[in-house]
């Protein structure tokens, strides 16, 4: 995930009372920031498709784009190396899922038949 930079500046003064008189100082501080430029929430509202990014040294600071099947667009499109994903579960449940791969790496070591 890309990081942008700014520029963040910072001062202080200070005064300080004396019998004799008084004194004052003041300091300015300049540093960089560092900030992503999408959070983590920001990818969780995407919907399947949704590509995101900022173009390096453009005047454009950040697209968002969906992208849609060749065919949605190309009806005579046909491409045999290109075959529709597998099926999306919303729902999975982890400690299953976690047992299952577990089963397949035993079977793929050999530790069982």
Do not use: W
Request: overall charge positive; charged content about 30%.
């Amino acid at each position: 995930m890309g990081k942008k930079e700014k520029k963040v500046v910072s001062s202080s003064t200070s005064t300080s009372h004396y019998q004799s008189g008084r004194t004052e100082t003041a300091g300015e501080g300049t540093h960089l920031q560092e900030k992503s430029i999408l959070s983590p929430q920001d990818f969780m509202d995407f919907k399947v498709g949704t590509f995101a990014g900022r173009v390096v040294e453009s005047n454009q600071a950040f697209f968002k784009y969906n992208l849609k099947k060749v065919s949605s667009f190309d009806k005579k499109f046909e491409n045999q190396k290109l075959k529709d994903l597998k099926e999306i579960y919303e729902h999975v449940d982890i400690e299953q899922n976690f047992k299952k791969i577990n089963q397949e790496i035993d079977v793929l070591i050999g530790r069982c038949s």
